[in-house]
């Protein structure tokens, strides 16, 4: 039996394994959250960010979570005149659900090509729309750490920054139940869709602790990654069959679907 192995938090996996259900209905689902997000609910850091936002030329959320637990923590509607910057479909999606929309009369930017959905190309496309950062006021709101490579490039620029932790993530308990799937599939049949550096940090140092098990999955199962950064973490950790598959939902179904092809090869 082929299985895929999903690594998103809780309820982040739900659509993916919705797409995958439909275009790949063979594939048995394995779900296995490596992270946990844990949204911050401090009464003072609610009273802290409300301040923060009113001071605020452009707000970075570098994900879905930053955004729900951001929103949740503000307790007040997003003021239409603060833009908001995300790096992808996923954060554009969570904002549309919050109806947080350029046809709302909010100031929305992201990357409009699934393939420039990265720090990278959200600084391009930022860049399109103002050229001089310097005393700009820029507030990311994430977890624990993120991003690092954008933050600097605004810095470089001028501009003014401000890191804000809206959740932070707890890596999933060694003695997790959902650990004894994996102990029981065949890594040679398996596949793992991998989207974040911290996740597969993670997962790759309860694999080595595994003596009787886990050294296959490091050597035979199949890591698709979602963006090159992950890729090189993922071969660092000692992972031998790594694959790069462009970032979104959609893509990762059809990279899954090409590997689960590929096994009948």
Known sequence: MANLVLTRPVGQSMRLAELLGQRVPDLHLIHLPLLSIVPNEKLEDSQKLKKLVEQTDLAIFVSPNAIECGMRLLQTAWPKSVAIAVVGGGSAEALDRREITIANGYHVYFPKNP???????????????????????????????????????????????????????????????????????????????????????????????????????????????SHPRIVESAKNEGFKKVELCSPGDDNLVFASQNWFNSLAN
């Open 115 to 225: 393939a420039n959905w990265d720090s990278e190309g959200l600084w391009r496309e930022l860049n399109q729309v103002e050229s001089d950062w310097r005393g700009k006021k820029i507030l990311f709101l994430r977890g624990a750490g993120g991003r690092e490579w954008l933050s600097e490039q605004f810095l470089s620029h001028g501009a003014q920054i401000t890191q804000f932790e809206t959740y932070r993530r707890v890596p999933l308990s060694k003695e997790a139940a959902a650990w004894q799937s994996l102990e029981k599939a065949s890594p040679g049949q398996s596949a793992c869709l991998l989207t974040s550096s911290e996740a597969v940090h993670h997962f790759a140092h309860y694999l080595k602790e595994q003596k009787d098990w886990g050294s296959d999955w490091l050597t035979l199962a199949k890591i698709i990654c």
